[in-house]
Structure formats: C-alpha cells, structure tokens
C-alpha cells in the first residue's frame, strides 16, 4: 500500500507523520514518541495480529484506542494514533510503499479470549440451519475462520484441539 510520509521541523526537532489514502478503511497508522512504527488493518487477512485485532473491535466494543491504552499499561509503551504538533514547517513530503509492520501479537495475544468457535458461541444452532448464511451467524464464521486462515500450520493444530468441533461440526476444518 501506498502513503505519504510528510516530515515536519518542530520545536522539539524533526517528526514524520503518515497520511493514509483516503479510500483507506479499517487501517490506522500507530506512532512511537511522534514516530509511526505500525500500520494496522482489520481487512488484511494474512496477518494474524490484524485480525485479533478485528475479533477484539468486534466481539468486546472496544475502540483501537482502548487496545492501545492497554497495551501502553501493561508494556510501558507510548503508543498513540496520531502527532502532538503545535507548531511545526513542513520540510519534505514523499509518497512510499509501506515498510510499517502489524502490531506485535504478544501485545495482545491475551485477547484470543474472544475467539468464539461456532458451535460454542451459538450451541443449539444446528449446523445446517439458514442462520448461519446471514448476519450473526455467517460473521462469527467469518471471524472465526479469518483467524485460523491467519495461522500457520503448527498454530493450526493447537488451534484445531483448542477448538475440537462437536460431532455436527466434525467436518469444520476439512
């Protein structure tokens, strides 16, 4: 993907800041002390952190600033969503390709707690049954098989004996 990278002379020195398209949705540019170290976007799939971060905005009604206050408290981070720039001179402005990594999963790993399989989020939903086609039942499948897509191989088998399908479920996996 690409973005601008404008850099700024402030009182406090030299900033960067990141201007995402604007047919971007879903993404956030996280910065570090008024540098950008992360690029999140809850549609990109391929990235494990990036969709745990989709499963928490969904299942807990949290904002993404409230995983970044948390993430701050427990890591001693300063990470924010955007720059503290009172008065500043724009000195360059550049448009790149991406090179801004996902979030460490270890920063919040510990909320997996709201991965829901299927058949443990809506147990007396048979398998079969039209719901699971629309609305909340065909997103927690979505949600639920984003993730594990997500996963590689290793990870997929833990993940398969975390979350051992019921008997009407058994063929989930194939």
């Known amino acids: 993907m690409k973005y601008r990278r404008n850099k700024y002379l402030t ?26 170290i992360f690029y ?21 009604e949290s904002d993404f600033n409230d995983i970044l206050t948390d993430i701050n408290k427990r890591f ?11 008065i500043a001179i724009k000195i360059s402005s550049k448009l790149m390709e991406s090179d801004l990594g996902s979030l460490p999963f270890e920063w919040i790993e510990h909320y997996t707690k709201f991965i829901k399989a299927p058949w443990e989020k809506y147990p007396d939903i048979n398998p079969n049954d039209m719901f699971w086609r ?21 990870e997929k088998n833990n993940f398969k004996t975390k979350y051992e399908p019921t008997a009407e479920w058994s063929d989930f996996y194939e």
């Open 76 to 86: 001693n981070r300063n990470l924010t969503l955007s720059l503290k720039k009172n």
């Open 11 to 36: 009182l406090k020195g030299k900033i960067q800041e990141v201007i995402l398209p604007d047919s971007t949705y879903g993404g956030w540019i996280v910065y570090e002390n008024n540098e950008p």
């Open 40 to 60: 999140v976007n809850i549609f990109n799939y391929k990235s494990k952190s990036d969709n745990l971060v989709n499963v928490i905005i969904t299942e807990s």
């Open 134 to 154: 629309m609305g909340k039942g065909e997103d927690a499948i979505s949600i639920f098989a984003r993730y594990y897509n997500s996963l590689n191989k290793t």
